[in-house]
């Protein structure tokens, strides 16, 4: 059964760093473009990171350039986002999301219906 699942979600301070692992079953993220996406209580969820099949072409969200970091591992069919100097508005439930087009068009890699498959969440707390 295709699913994917994240991990590295946990509790930190600000200015600490955390990694997200997402992996894949039944389906690899190589030919594939792949995000993260996350989620804070009372708001939408939003579009952190994205990576087309090429990896080539890396979108991330304004509110975290320079800080997260988005990486594709094929040979072990892994992807992570590497999040530093995280502030308490980083605070959310991150999800990895994957999605049969191999690239996108604009702004397009943030938009939550072109995705195909979505991981379970991890929760990510930072304190002040």
């Known amino acids: 059964q295709v699913h994917l699942e994240e991990s590295g979600g946990g509790s930190v301070e600000a200015g600490g760093s955390l990694r997200l692992s997402c992996a894949a079953y039944q389906v690899s993220f190589a030919p594939n473009s792949v995000a993260w996406f996350r989620q804070a209580p009372g708001k939408e969820r939003e579009g952190v990171a994205a990576?087309?099949?090429?990896?080539?072409?890396?979108r991330s969200a304004d509110s975290v350039k320079g800080r997260f970091t988005l990486s594709r591992d094929k040979d072990e069919n892994m992807v992570y986002l590497q999040m530093n100097n995280l502030n308490p508005e980083d605070s959310a439930v991150y999800y990895c999301?994957?999605?049969?087009?191999?690239?996108?068009?604009?702004?397009?890699?943030?938009?939550?219906?072109?995705?195909?498959?979505w991981g379970q969440g991890t929760q990510v707390t930072v304190s002040s």
């Open positions: 999301a994957l999605s049969f087009a191999p690239t996108w068009i604009g702004n397009m890699w943030s938009q939550e219906e072109r995705y195909h498959y």
């Open positions: 990576m087309d099949a090429s990896g080539m072409n890396v």
